[in-house]
C-alpha cells in the first residue's frame, strides 16, 4: 500500500512555493479586474498629496502655485491655527509621544502627583473628556481612536445576560445572525448596549432615585429591541447597526411620516432608538430633530445622533444640531469628532449619561482594543474647544460666508443640495462629469474634490464643496469664478 500511496502523493506534489505563488497569482487577477471595473465605471478616487499645512491656502504635489482650498472639514480653520499648533507641541514635548498601550491597561485613575508618567499621560485624557461633556452639557464622555470607533463601539459594546433569558423563537434566528463570541463565556449569550433611559436635561431622573442598576440593565439593546435608521446614515453608523442584535428598521432620508410609521410597526418591541446623522455629510441637508425629538417621546422612543459635520459651528456658540434646533435636553446620546472642525487631527467620542460612558470603558471593544489617543492630539483638541468656548466670532462668520457662496452658485445656475450648511454638494449627476470638472478646477487653482459611487448613491454624483470659517469673501468669489468657466466648458452650464 505504501508505494502506491507514496507514488499519488508525488503525482499530485506542487513545491510550498510554487503553490503559495499560484495563489499569489490568482489574488492579483481578481483584484486587478476589480480594480478596472472601478476605472471603467469612471470611479476611481485618485489621492492628491498636500505639501503644506491644512487651510484656505495651501500647496499641491505637481501643481504650481498657491491652492485654494475648498474641500477639507476643517470648517473653524483651527487645524493651523498657531494656539493649537502650540498646544499640541506642549503635549508632545511634556508627554511624550504617546502611551504605547490602550487606556484600562495603564491606568486612568489620578490620585497621588507623584505617580509615573502615565498618570500625567492620562490626565490630560480624563481632562479633555471632562470638557467635551462640559461643552455638550451632558454628564460624561469618553475618548476614541475615531467616530467611526465611537459608533462601533456604542453600537456593538456587549452586556453579558444569563442563559434562559434570552430571546428564543424564530424572528430571533432571522434578525440576528452574528456570531456570540462563545470563547469569551461559553453558555452566556451577550446582548448590544446602544442607548440609555430617557431623562430630561443633564440629570435624568432615574439617577436620583439609587437605580443606577436597573438603568444599566435596561441601557441594553437585545433581540427584544428595535432600532430605527435615517437610510442616508454615515457608513459607520451603519456598520455599526449591523453588529447590533436589535431589530432593524430603515427610514426614508428626513421623511417623518416613514419614520411615525416604522415607529408604529416598532411599538411591539421592549426598546426603540431612532438613530441620525445631525448633518448629512453628502448631502449638506440638517436632521429635521424637533420632530424627531417629538416622535421619539410620543412612541416612547430614544434619540441618539451623530454629530461629525455639526459640532463646533452648527447653533449659536457651536454646540451642534441639537443646540440650533432647541433640543439639547432631548436627545440622549451624542457621538462625534475631533478630526474635524476641533482641531482636525484625530479621534472620536460619545458624550451623554454618566453609568452609560462607565460601561462603555467596561464593554466597547474599540476603546478596550485600541491605543490612546497621541497627548499631542489631546493637546490640539483642548485648546480648540478653549477658543470655542471662549468665543463664538468664529461660529458666527460661518453662516454670511456660507450664504454668499450658496446664492451665488445658484444664481450662475447649479443646483446645491442642502440648505444653510456650510457642505455644499455642486449636482452634476455623473461620475465622470464630476471628476473630470474637479480636475479643471485644480488647474485653476481650486481644490476639490468629485464624489460618486459608492461614496453616493449611482446617478448622484457631486462636487461637494466645503466653506471655512477662514476663507475670505475673494476666496469664495474666486471660486464660484473657476466653477463657472468649468461648467460651461463641460457642458454643465449653458
Not at 490568482?26 to 492628491?48: C, D, M, N, Y
Not at 502650540?86 to 502611551?99: I, S
Not at 437605580?211 to 428595535?226: G, I, M, N
Not at 444653510?420 to 485653476?444: E, N, T
Amino acid at each position: 500500500m505504501w508505494p502506491g500511496n507514496a507514488w499519488r502523493a508525488a503525482l499530485f506534489w506542487v513545491p510550498r512555493g510554487r503553490r503559495a505563488q499560484s495563489a499569489l497569482a490568482q489574488l492579483r487577477g481578481i483584484l486587478e479586474g476589480e480594480l478596472e471595473g472601478i476605472r471603467g465605471a469612471g470611479t476611481w478616487k485618485s489621492e492628491r498629496v498636500i505639501t503644506s499645512r491644512q487651510g484656505p491656502h495651501i500647496r499641491v504635489d505637481g501643481v504650481s502655485g498657491g491652492i485654494l482650498n475648498f474641500c477639507a472639514n476643517n470648517y473653524l480653520g483651527l487645524s493651523s491655527h498657531p494656539e493649537v499648533i502650540q498646544a499640541g507641541l506642549q503635549a508632545l514635548e511634556e508627554f511624550g509621544a504617546g502611551l504605547s498601550s490602550v487606556r484600562f491597561i495603564c491606568g486612568t485613575q489620578v490620585h497621588s502627583i507623584n505617580t509615573c508618567l502615565t498618570h500625567f499621560l492620562q490626565s490630560i485624557h480624563k481632562n479633555l473628556e471632562a470638557k467635551i461633556a462640559r461643552f455638550h452639557q451632558r454628564e460624561d464622555a469618553i475618548l476614541y481612536p475615531s467616530c467611526y470607533d465611537a459608533n462601533a463601539g456604542l453600537f456593538e459594546s456587549r452586556a453579558l445576560v444569563q442563559p434562559g433569558t434570552e430571546t428564543r423563537g424564530p424572528q430571533r434566528e432571522a434578525q440576528n445572525t452574528l456570531p456570540l463570541y462563545p470563547e469569551e463565556r461559553p453558555g452566556w449569550q451577550y446582548s448590544f448596549l446602544i442607548c440609555w433611559s430617557p431623562g430630561q436635561g443633564r440629570s435624568p431622573g432615574w439617577l436620583n432615585d439609587g437605580s443606577t442598576l436597573t438603568a444599566s440593565l435596561q441601557a441594553l439593546l437585545t433581540p427584544e429591541d428595535a432600532v430605527l435608521s435615517d437610510e442616508l446614515n454615515h457608513a459607520s453608523i451603519i456598520d455599526g447597526i449591523r453588529l447590533c442584535k436589535a431589530h432593524k428598521y430603515r427610514y426614508r432620508h428626513l421623511d417623518m411620516a416613514d419614520l411615525e410609521a416604522k415607529l408604529q410597526e416598532a411599538q411591539k418591541h421592549r426598546l426603540r432608538l431612532v438613530a441620525t446623522d445631525g448633518a448629512f455629510s453628502m448631502d449638506g441637508d440638517i436632521a429635521p430633530l424637533q420632530e424627531i425629538c417629538c416622535l421619539a417621546s410620543r412612541y416612547g422612543a430614544l434619540v441618539f445622533m451623530d454629530e461629525c459635520h455639526a459640532t463646533g459651528f452648527l447653533g449659536p456658540t457651536g454646540r451642534g444640531t441639537d443646540e440650533l434646533l432647541g433640543v439639547m435636553d432631548q436627545v440622549t446620546i451624542i457621538n462625534s469628532t475631533l478630526g474635524k472642525a476641533l482641531g482636525g487631527a484625530s479621534g472620536g467620542y460619545t458624550t451623554g449619561p454618566g453609568p452609560l460612558v462607565s460601561l462603555l470603558r467596561q464593554r466597547a471593544r474599540p476603546y478596550l482594543f485600541s491605543n490612546s489617543l497621541p497627548p499631542a492630539v489631546v493637546g490640539c483638541a483642548s485648546k480648540a474647544l478653549d477658543l470655542l468656548m471662549g468665543s463664538n466670532t468664529i461660529v458666527q462668520s460661518m453662516a454670511a460666508k456660507t450664504q454668499r457662496f450658496r446664492s451665488k452658485m445658484e444664481a450662475a445656475g447649479f443646483t446645491i443640495s442642502g440648505a444653510s450648511h456650510p457642505i455644499c454638494p455642486v449636482m452634476l449627476g455623473d461620475a465622470r462629469l464630476a471628476s473630470r470638472m474637479a480636475d479643471d478646477m485644480l488647474k485653476r487653482g481650486i481644490f476639490v474634490i468629485g464624489f460618486s459611487y459608492p461614496v453616493v448613491p449611482k446617478g448622484k454624483a457631486r462636487i461637494r464643496v466645503q466653506i471655512s470659517a477662514v476663507h475670505s469673501e475673494e476666496d469664495i468669489d474666486r471660486c464660484v469664478e473657476a466653477f463657472v468657466e468649468v461648467g460651461r466648458l463641460h457642458g454643465a452650464l449653458p
